[in-house]
């Protein structure tokens, strides 16, 4: 087993909502961090007032806490970086500060999203880097995940989630650093699971939306949640994943949490699209990335690729993307041949 240096630094990518909601988290705790941001003027203005006007009002920043545009210094000296920039500036990011990680640096992806080029997790996306560069230190790269609206965590409101490394001294340094007594962190080593289920929720989020938006009740957000569940589990158990991961907080925690949810941006975009707005208008009326609407195009795109059968994830394609009428595809949902409620495995 690998001895990992301690962590006397961290450094957190991507000064959105979530980025900001980390970073105060660690900084509450006394942690030293830099929050980076590419936007000058935004930076300038959190270390000036202290608070993220932007994208999280109200959530002020402690001292410990240093708002930086220069990639190199926020990285420097940090054992721990936490990834939070959308999924589609993921590479470019991570690449542009490979060469000033430390060695046996703790890599964290924060983001739910997949690669729509590639088809690949965030965590599969530094690994390839990795690869393709030849870096030459040893890094461990995982992911923290699970139900956590960044406005509550930010309120100190009582909040689980699941950080995911293959090396389980990684996991637990990392569980160690996040948690506070409002903040509980689990371990996994299902690393694939728990980023599968990340992606795919907000796909969901954006289906459960569309009902909403329809005037549908209940009955059809329980259903859709279920059988959404059994879709990612189908997807991630082709992948490599352990079925129980689907059952866990970044499984069915999550995907409850942001199919109800009325902070859910994902959600937001499907209650739009059900009450008769174009994508391109729902989109326009988003202050922040809502990461289901790209994720839909590769998680389709890698169910096609592995032949795993995800209705729900065809119909929320073709609403999104084909200009499908939203009711008509939830009655074709209902339409299909009727079947047993089977395993994952069988479909």
């Not at 920043?61 to 240093?66: D, G, I, R």
């Not at 080593?189 to 909403?212: H, Q, Y």
């Not at 922040?288 to 994830?313: D, F, Q, W």
């Not at 939830?330 to 339409?335: A, I, K, N």
Request: aromatic fraction near 6%; charge should be neutral.
């Amino acid at each position: 087993m690998t001895t990992l240096p301690e962590i006397g630094r961290t450094a957190v990518i991507g000064a959105g909502s979530w980025g900001t909601a980390l970073a105060k988290l660690l900084g509450d705790k006394g942690e030293r961090v830099s929050l980076w941001g590419r936007d000058a003027a935004h930076i300038a203005q959190l270390r000036e007032e202290r608070e993220n006007r932007k994208y999280l009002p109200g959530a002020h920043l402690p001292p410990s806490v240093e708002p930086e545009t220069d990639l190199a210094i926020a990285v420097r000296h940090a054992q721990c970086v936490v990834m939070v920039v959308p999924s589609h500036g993921f590479r470019e990011i991570f690449a542009r500060l490979l060469n000033k990680l430390e060695t046996h640096a703790l890599v964290v992806s924060a983001v739910k999203g997949i690669e729509t080029a590639t088809l690949q997790t965030m965590t599969q996306v530094m690994a390839d880097t990795l690869r393709s560069r030849e870096f030459p230190r040893p890094v461990h790269l995982g992911v923290l995940s699970g139900p956590s609206f960044a406005a509550e965590v930010a309120r100190n409101q009582p909040t689980a989630v699941t950080v995911a490394f293959v090396d389980k001294e990684a996991a637990a340094a990392v569980q160690q650093l996040f948690s506070t007594p409002y903040f509980r962190c689990y371990s996994s080593s299902d690393v694939i699971g728990l980023e599968v289920s990340a992606a795919m929720k907000n796909v969901i989020a954006i289906a459960a939306g569309i009902c909403d938006g329809l005037g549908f009740g209940l009955n059809t957000r329980a259903a859709l949640i279920t059988r959404g569940l059994a879709e990612i589990t189908r997807l991630g158990v082709q992948l490599g994943a352990h079925p129980l991961t689907f059952a866990g907080l970044g499984g069915l925690g999550d995907l409850v949490l942001t199919c109800t949810g009325d902070l859910s941006r994902n959600r937001t975009v499907g209650l739009k699209l059900g009450q008769g707005k174009t994508l391109e208008q729902a989109l326009a009326e988003m202050t922040m990335v809502a990461e289901g609407v790209k994720t839909t195009k590769s998680c389709y795109n890698l169910a096609h690729r592995h032949g795993v059968e995800m209705p729900i994830l065809e119909q929320t394609y073709q609403v999104l993307y084909e200009h499908k009428d939203c009711r008509l595809a939830v009655q074709e949902l209902f339409q299909r041949s009727l079947k047993e409620e089977l395993p994952v495995q069988e479909g």
